[in-house]
């Protein structure tokens, strides 16, 4: 409760205990105040006092006083005055200039000094800022996502002149109420300021607001973002019309909503019309009865009716506005255009007033004339005050009742007689637009008796005007001559806009409510309704302060909490427009040679009815408006068309060019339309087509075309048209060019066409170093580091970052000696420099010189030094001989073999040398490979070169729009703003940059709309997630970093920043740590985390917090706070976190809080990511060398390491790079650069990393500038189609070539000196996706058709029928999942229309579940779904566009922040349907394959599944393999992995067993089919299967249910081992890369195991018919183990092109047991359950184990080989050893 509502509490109550004690006698006289309740400093307003009772005619001195209301400081007189009245007045009072805020404004009587007067009233005054109003105007008020807004703000002090010394901030705010764009610190005192924001393709629909904020006032304007071509029912004609004509009626919003009975009504009616002239009938109904009825002919769009004195009884009256006439032509059924309830007027006085003669508009200077019809007595005296928005802006002293003009009374009601008051008054400008007259008058018992009315004033003047030439019509764009009429110097701003029907008085209608509906308190609400409070006092009697003749309070009105309720909200001085649209807003200073000239303007773009007016700004008057003039525009011709927003390679849109002659003649029509590269017109397949035809009068056609689209990309179509007038509509031989030309008409439209299919990206990439040493010299010691000298140079180029004292050795041994030469630079404190001879520091000086500051402590500094021409010298700079700083004559004798480089003691150098050596350099290959399943000639490969290392976002800049497959979660909106860093980039390291500066802007521009899309998830409590209710921890973390680094290019609330900051720190526990939401282990609920899990949860959780509030910055004392308690959480945790990744980010936020625990964290990292050789790597199996596709990482010196890595692992390395980089420590972050950089192919499935990993990249590319580059790359192709060499010098910008033929593989060499950048990236096209995961199931399909009625309309123009389509999903895991998005692209041109409710489990429960749209986009955002049923969604969607050649329907689910994790299925209709009309069986059967029957299977088989809110049957485990619902829990996804597929039923399955180097296969039966294959294949019976597993993971295959065997699975070798086993009926399609099975029957069970140590472990399971020679061998081995060395079948060997290879990510603790398999209990082992039987094999063993059991069971198929020859020659095939 504020201060003032307390002191009017206290003396309400005072005046109440006291009033009680004081008898009637003893007043004599009472007190009444009106009071404003706004003013502006500067600025004069004033206090009506009415004294009454029996003294009211004494002379009383009455003071004001206005104090300040800040409780934090003590109260502050500001102003007072005093003036002493009888019987009533006005007291004037000043505003201070410097006044601010709310005050108190005290009216005090008979004050005989400062400390002796009586307090009469208390009320608040407000004071406003110097600005009185921001005209805000947008171009349009509506506009569609991905649209610019543009709109522009003038800013007006109180006397409607330009404001002076304003500083404003500008905003617009999505729905919402986020501020989506900020201009700060906008100085608004430079006249009319121009603003644009560009929306983004995801932008919200509903209202935005454009608000413009100064002091503490702001200013409003509102826009509306919607789909104009949404699918409605509304009907649009077919082709627009010229000419408009419209009529809507309206009363005006300034008309009293109160009838008083007995006194006449007085309204208006006002009229938005195309017509001059229009008549309208008013009718008044009580109920249902008219009682009045009138006329009222409009032709300058309003009009007045006065209805005679209402004796109606009624409550509410009705007022009703029927259209009769237009232009004088009578309309048969008179339209009922508006109707308004009129409420009763009820009041317990014995009398009212009621004011009229102010009903129309007014103008500026104008007089205006009021009467005031009283049925009180004549002789009181009557006040008036006029009031805008609560300012008084006009009073005068009370009407005398000599002034009165007593005309004789139209009739008595109750014995009083009807009195009339004429006054006139000026009116004001600063009165627009809408004012308040307030006549009241105070009766000898107090009581207040008043009236109010609204009136409008506009902003005309005279001397304003604005003429153009008389004509009926212009044509569109044609030049205008304008003739102005202005007051020179003044600002002009010529302004055309056109008022559209759905536009037309929304901007009216909000202020008229009010003051509608006021019941019997109306003689209250007339003062609040005015902006006015009002108080008295019923006695005063004089005695001070401290008298007791104070009495009650008689409080109506007033400041109290009441009057707000009909405050009226701001209104602009513009008033009420009715314009939705601009063409034209041109500002300019007017001088005198304009009104001798004419100003040169272009009509609108469109036909129809527009205005032009101008406003002015002229130092005398201030802000007026000129009148309006008409301009109608009128087209003869008219053109439309429309495309869908979206298609796909190799469909057919129907395409309807309606044309449409608007004159009343014939006409010839030439039409020519033209298509862009990447289509062609399916007529004649050329990119134009012409076409002439003739119209008649008014006529209308339609030319139908059909557009065929071969490429992706924006693909334009333009139709360009042009009529000719023809005299006769005769058929005549004369061609069009011998007619007259009426009209041309240019029209465009565009359409994103996508690839079909899913695109998918592999890319290959290389970061390197050519004849680069990097030394580290520790501060322990004094001790140097040798390197080999260049072979072909007798000098080197180094950098080196020390303090002081760096120490170089030119000898001929690789250790120190007397005879070598000694260089020390920066000696002395980094002053001076010297040569000298032998291994000691004292030794002989030979040369010394001066060198200050040469060397630095945080930068490389360049030095180089020769031993070239018998002489040692040293000097600064890329150059050799340049910049000489010392020499000296060499022995001749020795002969330098090897450079030493130190650092003195005490100091830590970092040296790195280049030995431009042109003859030794560094070599790769590329292998670019694409899968089998491409979509022919959907692939396209590029080959990327750039100097340095290349950001991976550099490749991804120009990709337009989303297409399948494209993620539209938090995740990938965060992605999108990588190219943040890239500007970071490019600002640090300027020219080095490999960006093109070009692509500066255009990545800023997109940031404004990349942070609409963004604050789309955007919570109340200010986290962000993908669900609409629930937030993420993770996520709001990402988004602040995100928010903090945009900030540094556009303007970013900062109050968003630091609401998101304050949820952050309302998390923080007690421990200091931070603790994941559910939504952030989104593949497992926390419940289910073991103890360590949960520690590397939250320490992995407060690491990255840690991180972005250091990285943001610590503003407070709360921040660092939550710093200090995060960081010592992190030091208690340091020795017991060993996870990767928590690890790594562990060590990084250490090391950025500057902990003293710091050091011991980062070498714990160091030891967790070094192999065994040194090499940084985290643990994996040590696999063979003679692995065909392992890639070389150097010029030969390292061992071959195959490409495998985890998310997890990349992630953890990644905060590694970011660790040595910020360490400054190049040696160790290199070969993390290049360990991630070889492995980038992650990041093609990965986006949820690519933020991450450009941010880790560009700190590396910083530390690791070559700044003296001088490279020479040499690249060639396989096939030698493509040949380049480039030289690459530190400002090079990046280079892209276009590989001319895929697959090939790519050769790299290069020589002298730096580092560069390979990258390979190829992209295809496939229809390949999978519809079954370890997580998830995915079905969808069209369930209906809706045909078009018979002789529909629909049906006549051949539409597309609705689609009735259903999706289902379920989840798999054990536990509810965390944030799900199910997204579905629709058939081109399709859009949605309804959705059913989705139930998300058995009981019904239809809650969690939000979806929008967008085009031919649908998506669901689920939580917290169980796997106890399928989730169904079903909804309709509809085509407005003919599209052929239909490409399937694509739908995704997966966890929201792991896309890759998803399943994917395309969809289609059923034979027969007209979607497939255009399409071949090839077509079909490359997108869906073949069935059993031959037949592609269009859509999902839903008879699988069970439905949520549907009964389904109970199906046994081992007859059914998708019935089971007891489905695995997904923990951890980090975990990479490889899927087994096996078989537990008796049929014959088939045992694929695949290892790095050799592709193994058994089968049941020896087919000489499958014996020609290249994998050798041999069979047995039974049922087997087998599991590679990870001992720290717990897994076992008796954990896998039922529910896990799903269909539809394909597999493919890789390098590394699998063991598969898969039904017998499969077929195989060879691929000379890739060995891939397409099953027509999936396999039941699916296995996720882990490699990632050098033991395998095979679990035994249940065995039918095995071998006994395998149980023996299976004993030996339980029993000792086993060494054998078995000797691989070269044949075997399958060259795998691909390096690039990941795993298949499924956790290992997601596999549940299944308590129906037989267990025999083992110790346990590693982790495993004890109840889990496990052998441990090596790789040799586990294949000389399933060779052996192989031979024998193709021993006993022999019979079944007819050729004996071949027989033989298999069986050697299969011998051991």
């Not at 998830?1336 to 529909?1352: F, Q, R, T, V």
Request: aromatic share 8%.
């Amino acid at each position: 409760m504020n201060r003032i509502t307390m002191t009017l509490l206290w003396l309400f109550l005072f005046c109440w205990l006291h009033g009680r004690h004081v008898q009637a006698d003893e007043c004599t006289q009472g007190f009444s105040v009106v009071t404003p309740e706004v003013a502006a400093p500067g600025r004069t307003t004033a206090v009506l006092v009415t004294l009454h009772g029996t003294d009211a005619s004494q002379a009383t001195n009455v003071t004001l006083r206005l104090v300040s209301d800040r409780v934090e400081e003590m109260t502050q007189l500001l102003a007072e005055v005093s003036q002493e009245i009888r019987g009533h007045g006005i007291v004037p009072l000043a505003v201070p200039t410097e006044a601010t805020g709310s005050c108190i404004l005290q009216t005090l009587v008979n004050c005989s000094s400062a400390d002796d007067c009586s307090l009469q009233s208390n009320s608040e005054l407000r004071l406003v800022g110097s600005v009185r109003d921001i005209i805000i105007r947008p171009a349009r008020m509506s506009y569609r996502p991905g649209e610019t807004v543009f709109f522009w703000v003038l800013a007006l002090d109180h006397d409607l002149r330009v404001a002076s010394d304003i500083i404003g901030s500008v905003f617009v705010r999505n729905p919402a109420g986020t501020k989506v764009a900020l201009w700060e610190e906008v100085a608004l005192d430079e006249g009319v300021r121009s603003f644009s924001m560009a929306l983004s393709e995801e932008a919200e629909l509903g209202n935005w607001q454009v608000q413009v904020q100064v002091e503490a006032e702001v200013f409003t304007s509102i826009l509306n973002i919607s789909l104009a071509d949404e699918i409605s029912g509304v009907a649009v004609p077919e082709v627009a019309m010229a000419e408009e004509h419209y009529v809507e009626l309206r009363f005006g919003h300034e008309m009293r909503r109160l009838y008083k009975p007995g006194l006449p009504f007085v309204g208006k009616v006002e009229a938005v019309s195309t017509e001059k002239s229009v008549r309208v009938r008013v009718k008044v109904y009580d109920s249902t009865t008219a009682i009045y009825s009138q006329d009222i002919e409009i032709t300058s769009g309003e009009g007045t009716f006065t209805v005679p004195a209402i004796l109606a009884d009624s409550e509410i009256i009705t007022l009703q506005a029927e259209l009769v006439s237009v232009e004088g032509k009578e309309i048969d059924s008179h339209y009922v255009l508006a109707r308004e309830p009129i409420t009763k007027w009820n009041s317990s006085s014995d009398c009212y007033l009621l004011i009229e003669g102010l009903e129309h508009t007014l103008q500026p200077d104008e007089e205006a004339h009021v009467t005031v019809l009283s049925t009180c007595p004549c002789e009181r005296d009557l006040h008036y005050v006029v009031t805008t928005e609560g300012h008084i802006t006009y009073w005068s002293q009370a009407l005398r009742p000599d002034s009165l003009d007593e005309a004789p009374p139209a009739q008595i009601i109750d014995g009083a007689a009807i009195c009339r008051h004429n006054f006139s008054f000026i009116v004001q400008a600063v009165m627009a637009p809408v004012s308040h007259l307030l006549v009241y008058y105070v009766t000898d018992t107090g009581e207040p008796i008043s009236d109010v009315i609204t009136f409008d004033v506009r902003l005309l003047h005279k001397q304003v005007s604005v003429h153009v030439e008389e004509r009926k019509y212009w044509y569109p764009a044609q030049t205008m001559a304008v003739d102005m009429q202005a007051e020179p110097g003044a600002l002009v701003c010529l302004i055309g806009g056109h008022a559209g029907p759905e536009g037309k008085g929304t901007a009216e209608t909000q202020n008229s409510k009010s003051s509608r509906h006021r019941g019997s308190g109306s003689i209250e609400l007339d003062f609040a309704a005015a902006g006015m409070a009002f108080f008295q006092r019923r006695c005063v009697k004089k005695g001070g302060p401290r008298s007791e003749s104070s009495t009650q309070l008689y409080c109506q009105g007033g400041s109290a909490a009441n009057s707000r309720t009909v405050q009226e909200r701001h209104s602009s001085v513009v008033g009420g427009t009715t314009i939705d649209q601009l063409w034209l807003w041109e500002c300019f200073n007017f001088t005198g040679d304009m009104e001798k000239h004419s100003l040169t303007i272009s009509a609108p773009e469109e036909p129809g009815k527009w205005s032009l007016w101008a406003l002015t700004l002229s130092p005398s008057v201030g802000l007026r408006f000129s009148s309006p003039q008409s301009v109608t525009v009128f087209r003869p011709l008219q053109v439309e068309f429309k495309m869908p927003a979206s298609l796909r390679v190799g469909e057919a849109v129907e395409v309807d060019v309606k044309i449409g002659n608007n004159i009343n003649s014939c006409m010839d029509v030439t039409a020519l339309l033209a298509l862009s590269e990447g289509a062609h017109f399916l007529s004649n397949g050329m990119l134009y087509v012409t076409e002439k035809l003739r119209l008649g009068p008014h006529g209308a056609t339609s030319l139908v075309v059909r557009v065929v689209v071969t490429s992706s990309g924006l693909k334009n179509m333009t139709a360009e048209v042009s009529g000719y007038g023809s005299d006769s509509c005769q058929e005549s031989g004369n061609s069009p060019g011998n007619s007259s030309l009426v009209g041309s008409v240019l029209r465009s439209a565009a359409v994103l066409v996508h690839p079909e299919g899913i695109v998918r990206t592999d890319t290959e990439s290389a970061y390197f170093c050519a004849n680069e040493n990097v030394v580290i010299s520790t501060s322990e010691n004094f001790r140097y580091e040798f390197v080999s000298a260049p072979r072909n140079r007798a000098g080197v180029v180094f950098e080196v970052k020390v303090k002081e004292g760096a120490h170089i050795a030119l000898s001929d041994l690789r250790y120190t000696s007397d005879r070598m030469y000694q260089i020390v630079l920066g000696d002395a404190g980094n002053t001076m420099s010297w040569i000298g001879r032998g291994k000691h520091g004292f030794g002989v000086r030979l040369v010394s010189a001066q060198t200050p500051h040469l060397l630095s402590e945080t930068s490389f500094q360049t030095l180089w030094v020769t031993w070239d021409r018998g002489t040692v010298a040293v000097g600064k700079g890329p150059l050799l001989h340049n910049n000489t700083l010392l020499k000296w004559r060499m022995d001749k004798k020795l002969k330098v073999q090897h450079i030493g480089f130190a650092s003195g003691w005490g100091h830590m150098a970092e040296f790195r040398m280049w030995n431009y050596n042109d003859e030794a350099g560094f070599s790769q290959v590329l292998h670019l490979d694409v899968p089998r399943s491409v979509v022919p000639g959907s692939e396209q490969g590029t080959l990327l070169i750039a100097g340095g290392l290349a950001l991976p976002v550099t490749s991804q800049l120009h990709q337009p729009g989303l297409g399948l497959g494209e993620s539209t979660s938090l995740a990938a909106a965060v992605s999108r703003f990588t190219p943040l860093l890239v500007l970071e980039h490019m600002a640090e390291q300027g020219n080095n940059s490999n960006i093109n500066p070009l692509d500066q802007s255009e990545m800023i521009s997109r940031l404004s709309t990349q942070l609409q899309a963004l604050l789309h998830f955007m919570k109340p409590d200010f986290s962000f997630g993908d669900h609409h209710r629930l937030g993420s921890h993770s996520n709001t973390v990402s988004v602040l970093e995100l928010l903090a680094k945009t900030q540094s290019y556009i303007s970013v609330d900062p109050v968003l920043v630091s609401g998101i900051k304050r949820w952050i720190q309302q998390r923080q526990a007690d421990d200091g740590g931070f603790s994941p939401l559910p939504t952030d282990v989104a593949l497992s609920t926390p419940r289910n985390l073991s103890g360590s899990h949960m520690l590397d949860h939250q320490v992995e959780m407060t690491a990255e917090t840690l991180v972005t509030l250091l990285q943001v910055g610590l503003e407070n004392e709360v921040d660092w706070e939550t710093m200090l308690q995060a960081r010592y959480f992190l030091e208690r945790n340091v020795f017991r976190v060993i996870s990767p990744c928590p690890l790594s980010l562990m060590t990084y936020a250490l090391i950025l809080g500057k902990s003293d625990l710091s050091s011991i964290a980062l070498d714990r990292l160091r030891n967790a990511s070094t192999n065994e050789e040194g090499d940084f790597g985290w643990q994996h199996i040590s696999l063979s060398k003679t692995a065909p596709d392992w890639l070389y990482e150097g010029a030969g010196k390292h061992r071959k390491e195959p490409i495998i890595t985890s998310v997890g692992e990349y992630k953890a390395s990644l905060y590694a790079l970011m660790t040595y980089s910020h360490q400054g420590d190049l040696k160790a972050a290199e070969p993390v650069a290049r360990y991630l950089f070889y492995r980038s192919h992650l990041l093609d499935r990965h986006t949820e990393l690519l933020y991450t990993a450009v941010k880790a990249f560009s700190a590396f590319s910083w530390l690791a500038l070559d700044r003296h580059r001088a490279l020479t790359v040499s690249l060639a192709t396989s096939g030698m189609e493509l040949t380049d060499t480039l030289e690459l010098q530190p400002d090079s910008p990046l280079q892209k070539l276009q590989l001319p033929s895929l697959p090939t593989k790519v050769f790299v060499y290069a020589t002298g000196a730096g580092c560069a950048t390979v990258q390979g990236q190829v992209s295809y096209s496939t229809y390949t996706p999978s519809s079954h995961t370890p997580l998830l199931d995915l079905w969808a399909g069209i369930e209906d058709e809706i045909i078009p009625g018979h002789n529909s309309v629909d049906e006549l123009e051949g539409k597309l029928p609705a689609l009735r389509v259903k999706t289902c999903f379920r989840w798999k895991g054990e536990d509810p999942s965390g944030v799900l998005r199910l997204e579905v692209t629709l058939f081109s041109g399709f859009q949605l229309l309804s959705v059913s409710p989705v139930i998300i489990d058995g009981s019904g429960n239809m809650a969690d579940v939000h979806h929008g749209s967008r085009a031919d986009k649908i998506w669901f955002v689920l939580a917290n779904v169980s796997n106890t049923c399928a989730l169904c969604a079903h909804y309709t969607v509809r085509s407005v566009f003919m599209v052929g050649s239909l490409r399937p329907a694509f739908a995704r689910v997966y966890p929201a922040g792991r896309s890759d994790l998803g399943a994917e299925t395309f969809f289609h209709t059923q034979r027969g349907s007209s979607l497939l009309d255009g399409l071949t069986d090839d077509d079909l059967i490359t997108w869906f394959g073949k069935t059993g029957a031959g037949e592609p299977q269009l859509s999902s088989n839903f008879s699988e599944m069970c439905e949520c809110g549907h009964m389904c049957p109970v199906l046994d485990d081992s007859s059914s393999s998708t019935a089971d619902n007891s489905s695995p829990a997904i923990t951890n996804m980090d975990a990479t992995n490889i899927i087994i597929f096996s078989n537990h039923s008796d049929e014959n399955i088939l045992l694929h067993v695949e290892d790095t180097e050799t592709n193994f296969t058994i089968t049941t039966e020896s087919n000489p089919e499958v014996l020609n294959m290249s994998l050798s294949t041999l069979g047995f019976q039974g049922n087997f299967v087998s599991n590679i597993m990870e001992p720290s993971l717990n897994i076992s295959s008796s954990r896998v249910p039922n529910s896990l065997r799903s269909n539809n699975h394909a597999t493919s070798t890789k390098n590394f081992t699998k063991v598969n086993i898969m039904d017998q009926n499969v077929t195989r399609q060879e691929n000379k890369t890739t060995t891939q099975f397409v099953p027509h029957r999936v396999p039941n069970a699916i296995v996720g195991t882990t490699i990632s140590k050098p033991k395998t472990y095979l679990r035994e399971t249940q065995f039918q018919s095995l071998n006994k020679r395998l149980s023996q061998r299976l004993q030996m081995i339980t029993s000792s183990p086993v060494t054998s060395a078995v000797t691989e079948p070269s044949h075997l060997r399958q060259e795998t092109r691909s390096i690039n290879k990941e795993r298949q990510h499924i956790a290992s603790e997601v596999l549940p047991s299944d308590s129906t398999t037989d267990q025999t209990s083992l110790p346990q082992h590693g982790g495993l359950d004890g109840s889990e039987k496990l052998f441990v094999l090596d790789r040799d063993t586990l294949w000389g184990m399933l060779r052996e059991v192989v031979h024998v069971e193709l021993d006993k198929k022999q019979p079944v080989l007819e050729d004996t020859s071949l027989r033989s020659k298999h069986s050697k095939k299969t011998e051991f050893d």
